[in-house]
């Protein structure tokens, strides 16, 4: 069927074309009456504005967009965005606003062409940026663009962009502080992405917590690279008796691999997990985990970024401190 524009509402309700255009924008010079008769047929007839011609106009597009530069493999396992992006679409939902998702595989080149050709299109009203890295390309284009956004991380000073972070020094503390109550000197951590800021600070508040013993393997936050990392880390020369998680799915590869090599869990290894999806509670034992509410973490996000787009200069906010979820994994070394 033909797309209904403009002049079927006008020929529908009796009315001018110009009539109708100043009262689906909210002008003056239309009575209420004819506003709602006008706003009751274009909904009959399933009018809804055109892209392009909100854009020509200046107009709100009405649309967040969010651009995430992962493996779509890993996207099909890893909860946490999906977790986030739920909390994120409650809030717009609540404003009647969209959510624009891209994946864009590793490569953060493609994100910064997205962000260029949305902004260019008027495709979004602003962006939540996932990811934050040490030294981020993006956040000068975010800057140079004048595209309001708000990052998912911990405050970068000198970037002028808001941040809404979670207190990830605080939350290692209290997982490295749980395992030396049981007993534990030889601990190790198994890192997500290197250049991630989350991970430089809790690999800072690992260093200060786990002692000389410590030892930290980098991974992707897959969980290949997790399997394979506890892999190394249980048939070395000096085996840790507890590993630390950056996420959930490597936590739980890590259950398979000491159940392989004959390593009693949590006998012989406790492992702690980070996020505290549902997953954590499938294997067994049962994993003791890091606990954000993430989906709360990404409305508060959302709520951020609607307030940026309003013109608003929201402040840098900490949404909270991933609390310990005790549970089997976890026990005296």
């Keep these: 069927m033909r797309r209904p524009t403009i002049h079927d509402i006008a020929r529908e309700a009796g009315v001018a074309k110009s009539t109708v255009s100043f009262a689906l924008n909210g002008q003056p010079g239309v009575s209420e009456a004819t506003r709602r008769r006008i706003a009751a047929v ?9 892209r392009a011609a909100r854009a020509l106009s200046g107009a709100n597009a009405e649309v967040v967009g969010l651009v995430l530069a992962r493996p779509a493999g890993l996207l099909e396992v890893e909860p946490f965005f999906m977790r986030l992006i739920a909390g994120v679409e409650a809030a717009l939902g609540a404003d009647d606003i969209g959510l624009l998702l891209q994946v864009v595989g590793e490569d953060p080149a493609h994100e910064m062409e997205v962000y260029r050709r949305w902004w260019g299109q008027r ?4 962006v939540l940026v996932a990811d934050i890295r040490v030294d981020d390309p993006r956040l000068p284009l975010l800057a140079e663009l004048g595209l309001p956004c708000v990052l998912l991380g911990n405050e970068v ?7 809404v972070g979670v207190d990830s020094k605080a939350a290692m503390v209290a997982a490295v502080a749980h395992l030396r109550a049981l007993g534990h000197t030889r601990i190790a951590r198994v890192a997500g992405i290197a250049e991630f800021q989350q991970t430089v600070l809790r690999g800072q508040a690992f260093a200060e917590a786990a002692g000389p013993d410590a030892v930290v393997v980098s991974a992707d936050y897959s969980g290949e690279r997790g399997a394979e990392a506890t892999r190394e880390l249980l048939t070395s020369d000096r085996p840790p008796t507890a590993i630390v998680y950056d996420n959930d799915v490597m936590a739980v590869s890590a259950v398979g691999v000491a159940a392989e090599l004959g390593v009693d869990v949590p006998g012989q290894l406790s492992i702690i997990a980070w996020d505290d999806s549902p997953l954590c509670r499938l294997p067994h034992p049962a994993l003791t985990a890091m606990s ?3 989906p709360g973490y990404g409305a508060a996000a959302a709520a951020a ?19 310990l979820v005790v549970r089997g994994s976890t026990a005296p070394a």
């Design 42 to 50: 274009a909904h009959e007839l399933g009018w809804q504005p055109s």
């Design 123 to 126: 495709r979004v009203d602003g």
């Design 157 to 163: 000073p000198g970037s002028g962009l808001t941040t």
């Design 292 to 294: 954000l509410d993430i």
């Design 305 to 323: 970024l609607l307030r940026v787009i309003a013109g608003e200069r929201v402040p840098d906010t900490v949404f909270g401190t991933a609390q």
